[in-house]
């Protein structure tokens, strides 16, 4: 009897550490595809999706089905690769379930942003957003991938109007001009390595590179070869071998 009762609990444990296991997996998937749709990279967030046929975008004004679904869409936005393009949405505060069978999980996001889109030669269009993500996940040959995407929309706003009555809104203070890459510090800072002096800033493109590989595909991802026209890349490079050598325990 005490071993009917030790496998059974050993069992009931392993479901739990599966469940668990497939929770973080979809969590990763969701915020990767948070960080490629920063600069929309195209490629990167199309191969976090399932290839089947009821791959689902749906959108307040439509939605897109399939791997033509997700090229038509994906594929139609910051085509030029743009660097003063930026969709940055943070994915917040989920409540993950995974199915009975283990094999599909479902999710829920706040979504809250700020995008930068360009909208003709000379003009940019400056939002807000906030919404709710409702997620579907599908496990495939060992891998958890994005299935389908509902997204709602609940207000936006842009930075001139916000939310702050105008008389209550604060001054901005005045600031040095300052050349891209380019950084303040105040007085005391006494820092062991200086600054990179990399357009790390909005409108230069700048990707973070990722410590991780795509967690789909296992590849590398593009961000070394578009970061590579921004303001400082190719001169940090120049000195990273140098700069080891200040680091401690290098």
Excluded at 216 to 225: D, F, M
């Amino acid at each position: 009897m005490a071993e009917k009762t030790l496998a059974a609990k050993v069992a009931a444990l392993e479901k739990e550490l599966t469940r668990l296991q497939a929770i973080e997996a979809i969590r990763k998937v969701e915020h990767v595809y948070s960080f490629y749709l920063v600069m929309w990279m195209k490629d990167e967030i199309i191969d976090l999706f399932s290839k089947r046929a009821d791959v689902t975008l749906e959108w307040p004004e439509g939605t897109f089905f399939g791997v033509q679904g997700l090229n038509d869409f994906f594929g139609n936005i910051n085509k030029n690769k743009s660097p003063e393009f930026m969709h940055q949405m943070m994915h917040m505060t989920d409540v993950i379930d995974i199915s009975e069978d283990g094999l599909s999980g479902q999710g829920r996001w706040w979504g809250f942003g700020a995008m930068a889109l360009p909208s003709g030669p000379d003009s940019i269009k400056q939002d807000l957003s906030c919404g709710i993500y409702e997620n579907e996940f599908i496990k495939e040959n060992g891998t958890w991938k994005l299935w389908k995407i509902k997204w709602v929309q609940l207000y936006s706003g842009t930075p001139a109007t916000g939310w702050v009555k105008p008389e209550k809104i604060a001054k901005p203070r005045p600031g040095p001009e300052l050349a891209p890459g380019k950084v303040a510090a105040p007085l005391w800072w006494k820092s062991a390595l200086p600054a990179k002096e990399i357009a790390y800033m909005y409108p230069s493109g700048y990707i973070l590179p990722f410590h991780f590989k795509h967690p789909v595909t296992g590849r590398p991802t593009t961000e070394a070869e578009r970061n590579q026209r921004v303001s400082g890349v190719k001169e940090a490079a120049a000195r990273a071998a140098a700069e080891a050598k200040m680091i401690p325990g290098q």
